[in-house]
């Protein structure tokens, strides 16, 4: 049993928002669903003098937040949200694997950085239930303890991290670079990299929006132990992220649906994997048409099978949909050149078109959105980065003299 325990109810929007703090923040919680759980209403109601609002989040303390914003969750839960200075060499947006290794890299060469990341520290490899491809691991890792890893690195050399703080803005200011945060605090910086990563698609169907965290989700890790013992789960997607968060999901359900529109994309070794299974079910060249739920849980996914040409009803529990990903970049507006489907266009040299401001990992254009590959792009865009400091204390250097 967790320390603390948030009471809700599914169809509650607030307490998904709730949960997804939580459990991003990898903060261990007991969900209690207070439409199914009398001793839970109960509490919620002893605590509020008669009222039900919730999320209603009780910690070890003995205390408790009614309906708490997120910047309420992170004050009580001691997560720094505030930078120490108004100036550092190099601020990095995004706490993932390339936002780490390039922020460990910094502190070795002497860099002053700062980390900034919305949600938890770590990025999807934290909320990931098993790394099998790492170097180093032959016999795999878990994603948070990867993460856990990677955090405590980058603490022992001293890189200051914030978590749930959130970059609104990146303006150029003469020869500075000012980063404002969502709690109106300004920084400024020379140099600034982007690793913000990718989040999951969504499929854009009817009944997808109002069914998210009561029966439709994006994190097997985050939502699965919520199914235990239940009969089916569906998952949508064959890609490698897909059939690794099925075979997750295999350890709560007695049977997983596997769907995709094409046909099965994951590495050989994760398909052998399903195959071999006979608790999995797949159905290729597949689409999802609609989903339907009642009471704020999931009741039936319709689809339609392409080379049958006929509708498909099934009748899961739940469904974890992982069909690709978008690039966090909504935040930046028009600041940066991108390509077509949205992420950010770099040199060579992990520059971006606005002097001083350099990209890796999941987010460039090109990445092969893979967690080495993530870790390997944040310290070569910060040995580059180093170079334009370089260049930069070279030339400032020259003006003051002259």
Not at 197 to 212: A, C, F
Not at 225 to 252: K, T
């Amino acid at each position: 049993m967790a320390d603390i325990q948030l009471y809700g109810a599914p169809w509650c929007p607030d307490c998904r928002r709730a949960k997804k703090f939580m459990t991003s923040h990898r903060i261990p919680y007991d969900w209690v669903d207070i439409d199914r759980d009398p001793e839970g209403r109960a509490y919620v109601e002893r605590v509020q003098h008669g009222g039900r609002t919730i999320p209603t989040v009780a910690f070890p303390d003995g205390t408790h937040l009614i309906a708490p914003g997120d910047d309420e969750l992170a004050g009580k839960l001691g997560l720094a949200v505030r930078a120490e200075r108004e100036s550092y060499d190099l601020v990095i947006v995004g706490g993932g694997p390339a936002g780490l290794a390039a922020a460990i890299y910094a502190a070795r060469e002497g860099i002053e950085a700062l980390v900034v990341e919305k949600a938890g520290l770590g990025g999807q490899a934290g909320v990931t239930e098993r790394i099998e491809n790492y170097p180093g691991f032959p016999d795999g890792i878990g994603g948070g303890e990867l993460a856990d890893r990677f955090i405590a690195q980058a603490r022992r050399y001293g890189v200051e991290l914030l978590e749930a703080a959130e970059v609104t803005e990146v303006e150029p200011d003469g020869q500075c670079l000012c980063v404002r945060l969502g709690g109106g605090q300004e920084i400024c910086a020379p140099t600034v990299l982007i690793a913000t990563g990718s989040t999951y698609k969504r499929l854009g169907v009817p009944g997808e929006e109002e069914l998210i965290g009561a029966g439709v989700h994006f994190c097997a890790t985050c939502d699965g132990p919520f199914y235990r013992g239940v009969e089916e789960l569906m998952v949508i997607g064959g890609g490698n992220s897909g059939l690794e968060e099925a075979l997750y999901l295999s350890q709560f359900a007695e049977r997983i649906r596997v769907v995709t529109r094409g046909e099965l994309s994951a590495s050989a070794l994760v398909r052998e994997k399903v195959g071999k299974d006979p608790r999995f079910t797949v159905h290729t060249n597949t689409d999802i048409m609609s989903l339907a739920g009642e009471g704020g849980r999931l009741t039936e996914v319709l689809a339609r099978d392409r080379a049958a040409g006929r509708e498909l009803r099934f009748t899961p529990a739940a469904a974890f949909v992982f069909i690709g990903l978008n690039p966090n970049t909504d935040w930046l507006g028009g600041m940066l050149r991108r390509d077509r489907w949205g992420f950010i266009v770099t040199d060579d040299a992990f520059a971006t078109s606005v002097p001083g401001v350099f990209c890796a990992g999941d987010v460039r254009s090109g990445a092969t959105k893979q967690l080495g590959s993530a870790v390997g792009d944040g310290i070569a865009a910060l040995i580059a980065i180093r170079s334009y400091l370089q260049r930069v204390g070279e030339m400032a250097s020259v003006e003051v003299n002259s």
